[in-house]
């Protein structure tokens, strides 16, 4: 749990034995998202504004998973979007998107990447959604060890 500024997020880190770049490509590439993101890819043309959508199939159909917009965008640095799940319960209205952001920090030819989601205090039914988000400690980490094994092993 990350409470700085008296704020709700979920955050996690992990350092990666690949270059920032490969890093990048990997958040961004829809062919790499697909392999750690539960079969899902992204869709965007990565400019501020623009949509993110985030697709897979479910039960032989296409499907919209997670939706928002990118809100800053650093190639191999920084990439901020909005996120919300469209097939929630939560009503679709800007006051409740979360902001997913990742940060590169290169190391040589490793990279550190750090993940925050939040601010839960800020969303309809913000306990209940981080709790699902934080999965019981987990927060991110699975996800991020998932991008750490296909980089190193590719």
Known sequence: MNTRDNQLNVKSSIRI???ADRVWDALT?????????FGCETVS???????LLW?????GKDMVFVKGHIVKIEPGTLL?????DPNSDIEDIPENY????YDLYPEKDETILTVIQG???????G???YKEAYNEGQGWNPILVEIKKMLETD
Not at 119 to 125: G, P, T
């Open 127 to 129: 306990d209940r959604r």
């Open 80 to 84: 901020a979007y909005t996120t919300i």
């Open 17 to 19: 034995n690949a270059t």
């Open 119 to 125: 601010d839960y205090k800020k969303v309809a039914d």
């Open 29 to 37: 590439n829809p062919e790499q998202t697909k392999k750690y993101m």
């Open 55 to 59: 697709k897979g199939q479910y039960e």
């Open 45 to 51: 043309d990565w400019t501020i504004g623009s949509p």
């Open 98 to 101: 979360l902001t997913v952001t």
